[in-house]
């Protein structure tokens, strides 16, 4: 059974600063891994998806990577600002299996300090 | 505007009653998803549905029920078998069943007094 795993479970840093937010999971044979935004109290927001034959989406000061075979998979936020505050989850679909249905993370708590 | 309207965002319900959670989409996908989000898990899934007139049961189905008449509406109707139905509940939308990406409403907050 797939396991998806982000440590830290929280973060703060300053604003300005460039960090990164980790995901790993445990069985390598995925289709795709979706990374989510979610702010308190409110549904997630799509924010990078990418496919298990690529190895990096980018938008904006956003920057997903995809490794694999090692079962990682990690968010770069760049130039980091008080509204990236939220919740940040990863979620990954098998590539075989009658349902093929995301399994999510329980998610990486971030909050920018002005 | 296309997107996924959950309704409504607040609800308490009292032991021993039904309550139906509303989600409607305009954007023309054929899968939808329920999931329920609890402080400090995961998302889990209760029920899916890839096209009109079919659903299956998700991982925690139990005490749960859907419908799917319409390819636009999916509603979630959480029922007294239930035993901890206090939680947060997200809808959800993909073009097709088993690849595409997903998108959520903004949510319903059940709460049992």
């Known amino acids: 059974k797939q396991e998806v795993t982000q440590i830290p479970a929280a973060l703060s840093v300053p604003e300005g600063e460039n960090l990164v937010l980790n995901c790993s999971f445990t069985?390598?044979?995925?289709?795709?891994l979706q990374w989510f935004r979610q702010d308190p109290g409110k549904g997630l927001t799509s924010l990078l998806l990418i496919q298990s034959s690529q190895r990096e989406q980018t938008s904006g000061r956003l920057n997903a990577s995809l490794d694999k075979s090692s079962g990682r998979s990690t968010l770069y936020i760049a130039a980091s600002q008080p509204g990236d505050s939220a919740t940040y989850l990863c979620?990954?679909?098998?590539?075989?299996?009658?349902?093929?249905?995301?399994?999510f993370g329980s998610g990486t708590q971030l909050t920018v300090l002005p | 505007d296309g997107g996924i309207t959950q309704s409504p965002k607040y609800l308490f319900r009292k032991e021993g009653q039904n309550v139906t959670l509303s989600c409607e989409q305009n954007l023309n996908h054929d899968a939808m998803y329920w999931y329920r989000q609890d402080p400090g898990q995961g998302l889990r899934l209760i029920y899916y549905?890839?096209?009109?007139?079919?659903?299956q049961k998700g991982d925690i189905a139990e005490g749960y029920s859907v419908s799917r008449e319409k390819k636009e509406s999916f509603p979630l109707t959480v029922t007294s078998a239930q035993k901890n139905p206090t939680a947060f509940y997200l809808c959800a939308s993909s073009i097709i069943a088993y690849t595409g990406e997903l998108f959520f409403g903004e949510g319903s907050r059940l709460t049992v007094l």
């Open positions: 069985d390598s044979a995925i289709y795709n």
């Open positions: 979620a990954v679909r098998p590539s075989s299996g009658s349902a093929r249905q995301l399994t």
């Open positions: 549905s890839q096209i009109v007139n079919d659903f």
